[in-house]
């Protein structure tokens, strides 16, 4: 038989382990409820980065054509250009003409010597009447960060004057475009 002290001793300690075994139960029912919720949080914050991933891809690349310039003035919203803002038109070794989507067409005649020195005279020449000539579309380009596209059509066999007038368009930033 035991003493009085030890059996409250036994109901003391087995109470005791009941309380625990309730306390852990109930620690690991809340456990596990705060793994669900954090895992169900996870998985959200995967697709959000998933989306967001994706988002900043296309706006990367969105920046990256505006920060080279290398959107066509034609493609921005609400503008005036067209998509190819003119012609250069080689008739004959002498005679360069530029038609513009404006309507007004203008001719440069090459002087008859055929000296390199008169050739480069004419494209600066040439090089001028374009500035002049499109000088709201080369600010509008310059203030928009986008470039302007010109068509060159040669109906001379030289195609030294195509690569010239090429590189007159070039060097003020106009992009040679062929296609209809």
Partial sequence: MRSRGGSALYF???EFVWILF????????L??????????????LKENHASLSANYLIVKARLDELENGVVPCWK???SPIPPVIGEIIIESPRLIRIS????????LVIS???SEGSQQAAFNTLRQMLRSRYKEEFDTAGDE???LRMRILNQTERYSLYQQSAAVLKSLG????QED
């Fill in 12 to 14: 003391s300690l087995a």
């Fill in 22 to 29: 309730f306390l852990a139960a109930g620690a690991l029912t």
């Fill in 31 to 44: 456990g596990y409820k705060e793994y669900k919720s954090m895992e169900s949080e996870h998985s959200a």
């Fill in 76 to 78: 921005r919203p609400d």
């Fill in 100 to 107: 513009s989507y404006k309507g007004k067409d203008q001719s």
């Fill in 112 to 114: 008859s010597g055929e």
């Fill in 145 to 147: 960060n986008c470039y």
């Fill in 174 to 177: 106009i992009v040679v475009v």
